[in-house]
């Protein structure tokens, strides 16, 4: 008997012969006139009654973007468009970018999604006019006037009022961006797609339409302190085994506390480090570190995530779970904060949480106790993050670093979306990188630094039945790993998110067979030269170290 | 068909005016009562819509960061892509404003048959934009001489500098050809990509097709109708010191087609996409700087939440929490 063919969740059932064509020929109706078909492997499922119910959302039921019905309330016309008003009425980006798009097209071909689909409607121009095409029609003078006249002449003129059809297209198309912001980075005025889909996002939310890989991770994370509903003995467990692990590679017993108060330092990083690899290699990663520090700091079970699925779902939800952390800080009475490695999450830390839950006034100013660097940067967060916090311990020489570890690693680095776009984090990492690993080799620069592109899992895309999205989403990531690949041998994709190490294995299997993906802070860890540590023989997946660093031993760095 | 019926809307508007010149009354309403209609329309309507972008506030800092970030004192940030402070914000807005940074940018990306994308610099539509844009600008500012008289030395050497290329009376500028130069790269473009054919509104050909129809008829007065250029100024400055005698009566026709069209394209502006010009200023990603983790930004409408507290997250885990050993804050619920 021969085995059933793969299904659509599986990368297996698409060819990349045929999702490596993509045909770009806008179809011969109007996108207007176009309307949305919802095939499996190209949405997610809805969120669950009991979620939306733990998280107080709105219109929690059962039902499927392939109904006819969606159930949407019987007033969600009214519901919308008093929600699209008020947030014309709080949010100065989204009037301003409703009404100065030229639609000259500079942000078409920079979208992950158009380039790997071909949807015009993907073109992030497109996917704003999604919204602006109702926007002009019921809240323009001229839009108005026109549509009374005729609703020809409305949506000749791109304008449409607000139909069930119409929420199904932004219910499909505001999840299929992820937030990732590289055509803002072209468009002449800036206009951010993100924040566009976050807010048409927060419009789908008032009638209940939101998705199962948001929602669950948020409710969670409301309740158990993060996304993946660890619970605290969980947690501990979990710390331990990586202790264990850690003993196991280096001989080394490290020492961590949970919710200890009178730390000098909280530790957040995203929950998925302590799931799966390969990020539990950097979670072990960070442990080595801190342990061979020395420092005093703490992990929290409570402000046990540093990402946010709030940030997908609307900004009260954001502010709800990132309050946690400074909360937390407080309630322990930690001086400052160090963030793990994570991309939205640092967009969140970085963009919002000062605005939502500061001031931080009962913090002090970040010092590193190892090299008594002021982080001036943060002196009003009072939260640094992990590559800015390692960097200056590499600069300043007090970590012992043996690179030849990771001779077998030929490394390049992906720049997350959001820590390079949202806040400028490019040098830091690099410079850890460089330090810790011998071999490597940059990316075409249109596909790194603030022109770096998407895995096309983020924002909450990253389920598996959405599946022929993430592969085609991932192609130019996957297209410029191959291409250093063949050219440079690389085998390895450092990345500093956790969403980014959760989904990227599958895009690079995918479009780049033989290249894996790691965090930093695991070759920061096969790296470091730790005090009373045991001839090393393995790295931080438990794999037999390259022949050079076995025979050579530490050659230290500092 | 968008562009086509916007070529028709211009053309309309220009017949209309060639007819309507032909009667004194016409002649009042075209040049007289339809530019000063067209003025108020667009001073009220660009202040109108500006003030309500302005009265919508910032909620979080969200600057789209294009470089390196102020951190460690031996990483050199860029001060310009990704300001830290107001000076590198402001050098970031004008470099926006005056050189369309961003859109210097562009690439062309290109899937080849072996599924390789490679992206080629595609600086066209910034030369293009560039053009049109600055060329408009030397326009108009080579314009304010019927508005003023005398007319100021800057603008008279502007005006020579211009005509730098004048090979025979009257002056050829320099800066209509950059103009139709630019602005037939953004109309082609329009028509022939078919990625921006298929985004494209009648609201984007609109526009351009009025400043084709506003330069053509420009161009007919200024080269055959050369007596024109006296009564023109009488009229302009009647208008600009707001002294309505009746229109000069040599005035040819085509002059008050021109006059309609600008006047339309005027008083277009403040509901159209031209707003961008202002938009450009009040963008949240470009007019901010990255500091937001050393600067609290403060969010006028921050909302009031409900959060899960740590004493009901304890009171829900506390014995799981005392079995793994994990201190607690109460003993007992």
Known sequence: MSEPAPRFDNPAHYKPEDLGRVDYRPPATPWIRTPVEFKPGRFLVPAKEKNLKALGLPNPRVWSPTDADWKLPPDWKEILLKG??????????????????????????????????????????????????????????????????SAGLARFAGNRPLTPDVVKEWFYYFFQCTECRRCSVFCPYGIDTAEITILARELLNLVGCNVHWVIEPAANCF?????????????????????????????????????R????????????????????STCMGYLALF??????????????????????????????????IYAEAKRLGVKWIIGGECGHMWRVLHQYMDTMNGPADFLEVPRSPITGTVFENAR??????????????????????????NDDVRATFHDSCNTSRGMGLLEEPRYVLKSVCRNFFEMPENTIREQTFCCGSGAGLGSDENMEMRLRGGLPRGSA????????????????????????????????????????????????????????????????????????????HA | MSALVSLAAACVLAAAALAGAAFPAGRVALGQVLPILAFLCFVAGVAFRVLLWARAPVPFRIPTTCGQQKSLPWIRAN?????????????????????????????????????????????????????????????????????????????????????????????????????????????GRRLVSASVRYLSLPQDYFPLFLFL????????????????????????????????????????????AHLLLASVLLAWIPGSKIMHMAGVFLSPTRNLANNSRAVRHVNPWNPDVEVHTYAEYEDEFREKMKGAGIPVEKETK
């Open chain 1, 380 to 405: 009003s967060t009072k939260m640094i993050h992990i590559a800015e916090f390692t960097a200056d311990l590499i600069h300043e020489g007090k970590i012992r670093l043996d690179p030849s570890r």
């Open chain 1, 261 to 280: 108060k009178g730390a000098e330092i909280l530790f957040v990083t995203p929950s998925g480090d302590l799931l799966a690899e390969p990020g539990t």
């Open chain 2, 213 to 256: 129809g506003i330069v053509a008829t420009g161009l007919w007065v200024h080269f055959f109708e050369q007596s024109t250029a006296a009564p023109a100024k009488e009229l302009a400055l009647g208008l600009a010191n707001l002294s309505f005698a009746r229109p000069p009566a040599d005035l040819p026709a085509v002059f008050f």
């Open chain 2, 79 to 187: 001060a310009v892509d990704n300001p830290s402070s107001g000076i590198g914000t402001i050098a970031r807005l004008a470099l926006e404003v005056l050189f369309f940074r961003s859109l210097f940018r562009n690439t062309q990306s290109e899937l080849r048959p072996d599924g390789r994308l490679v992206y080629t610099p595609s600086p066209w539509l910034w030369a293009g934009a560039l053009a049109f844009h600055g060329a408009l600008c030397v326009i108009l500012l080579r314009h304010l001489r019927f508005f003023l008289n005398p007319v100021p030395a800057p603008l008279i050497a502007l005006q020579s500098a211009d005509g730098f290329f004048q090979v025979a009376l009257p002056a050829l500028y320099a800066s209509t050809f950059v103009f139709l130069g630019g602005m037939c790269f953004l109309l």
């Open chain 1, 291 to 324: 342990h061979e520090l020395g420092l005093d700091y703490t992990w929290s079970t409570y402000a046990s995530e540093g990402g946010n699925f709030g940030l997908f779902t609307n900004n009260e939800t954001m502010k709800r779970l990132n309050a946690k």
């Open chain 1, 223 to 259: 309740r158990t302190g993060n996304h993946l509903a660890i619970q605290p003995h969980g947690m501990a467990d979990t710390l331990s085994f990586f202790a264990d692990d850690i003993e196991t590679i280096t001989g080394v017993k490290v020492n961590y506390t949970l919710n």
């Open chain 1, 481 to 556: 790993v191959r291409y250093v690949r063949d050219k440079f041998g690389v085998n390895r994709l450092v990345a500093i998110c956790a969403i980014d190490r959760a989904t990227l294995p599958v895009v690079c299997d995918y479009w780049a067979k033989g290249v894996s993906v790691s965090g930093l802070h695991e070759l920061v860890a096969n790296a470091l030269v730790m005090k009373g540590e045991k001839k090393r023989e393995i790295n931080f997946r438990m794999q037999p170290l390259p022949k050079q660093a076995l025979e050579g031993g530490a050659s230290a």
């Open chain 1, 84 to 149: 699209l008003k008020d947030r014309l009425d709080r949010f100065r980006s989204l009037r301003v970018f409703m009404d100065s798009c030229v639609r000259c097209g500079a942000c078409a071909d920079k979208c992950h999604f158009y380039l790997g689909g071909g949807d015009p409607k993907n073109m992030p121009v497109l996917r704003a006019e999604l919204l602006r095409s109702v926007y002009r029609n019921e809240f323009t003078a001229a839009g108005r006037i026109l549509s009374r006249l």
